[in-house]
Antibody
Framework: QVQLVQSGAEVKKPAASVKVSCKASGYTFTSYHMHWVRQAPGQGLEWMGIINPSGGNTNYAQKFQGRVTMTGDTSTSTFYMELSSLTSEDTAVYYC?????????????WGQGTLVTVSS | DIQLTQSPSFLSASVGDRVTITCRASQGISSYLAWYQQKPGKAPKLLIYAASTLQSGVPSRFSGSGSGTEFTLTISSLQREDFASYYCQQFNSNPFTFGQGTRLEIK
């Protein structure tokens, strides 16, 4: 079965960077794009961007352009999302997620979430 | 970017009620809309994709409709486990934005 297992919680200081991982299993790694979504405490969902693991093409929400880098490692079936120049407003739970099958546009598989806390 | 506006933002209802949540897009998105349910501390759960197609395993009391710019999620008879937050998301074009959410609470 499809599983997305994310790395553990992180505490970072302002201006630092964080790299969250998402290990995929149960399917062919290169067959599905991976989305990243975040949720600040008590707030709604925010779509950050998407990566095509077959070739590495990415598309980021403009809000995160220049600060976010999404990558995929086919050798370990792991996706990464790195966010730099952190501020307190980046405190959030970060999720990786993918659709179920091509053509069904809805995020059916989600990682468990990674809490990133930015605090001095 | 396409903006999605959900209404209401907060809804108080009773078990057995029929409730409807609306999601309006700032421009036409055909039927490229999904609905999610989220409970505290959990990842979102996909309920509906393509505006009206029920995801496998989701109870039939959930239904979606609409196309273009206006969409609705309806729960025909609220059950206790339905009290949660609900979000719409568009897949028409990048960025794949979410609505701001609707919090459904027990009256």
């Amino acid at each position: 079965q499809v599983q997305l297992v994310q790395s553990g919680a992180e505490v970072k200081k302002p201006a630092a960077s964080v790299k969250v991982s998402c290990k995929a299993s149960g399917y062919t790694f290169t067959s599905y794009h991976m989305h990243w979504v975040r949720q600040a405490p008590g707030q709604g969902l925010e779509w950050m961007g998407i990566i095509n693991p077959s070739g590495g093409n990415t598309n980021y929400a403009q809000k995160f352009q220049g600060r976010v880098t999404m990558t995929g490692d086919t050798s370990t079936s792991t996706f990464y999302m790195e966010l730099s120049s952190l501020t307190s407003e980046d405190t959030a739970v970060y999720y990786c997620a993918r659709i179920e099958v091509t053509g069904r546009k809805g995020l059916n598989y989600w990682g468990q979430g990674t809490l990133v806390t930015v605090s001095s | 970017d396409i903006q999605l506006t959900q209404s209401p933002s907060f809804l108080s209802a009773s078990v057995g009620d029929r409730v409807t949540i609306t999601c309006r897009a700032s421009q036409g998105i055909s039927s490229y809309l999904a609905w999610y349910q989220q409970k505290p501390g959990k990842a979102p759960k996909l309920l509906i994709y393509a505006a009206s197609t029920l995801q496998s395993g989701v109870p039939s009391r959930f239904s979606g409709s609409g196309s273009g710019t206006e969409f609705t999620l309806t729960i025909s008879s609220l059950q206790r486990e339905d009290f949660a937050s609900y979000y719409c998301q568009q897949f028409n074009s990048n960025p794949f934005t979410f609505g701001q959410g609707t919090r459904l609470e027990i009256k």
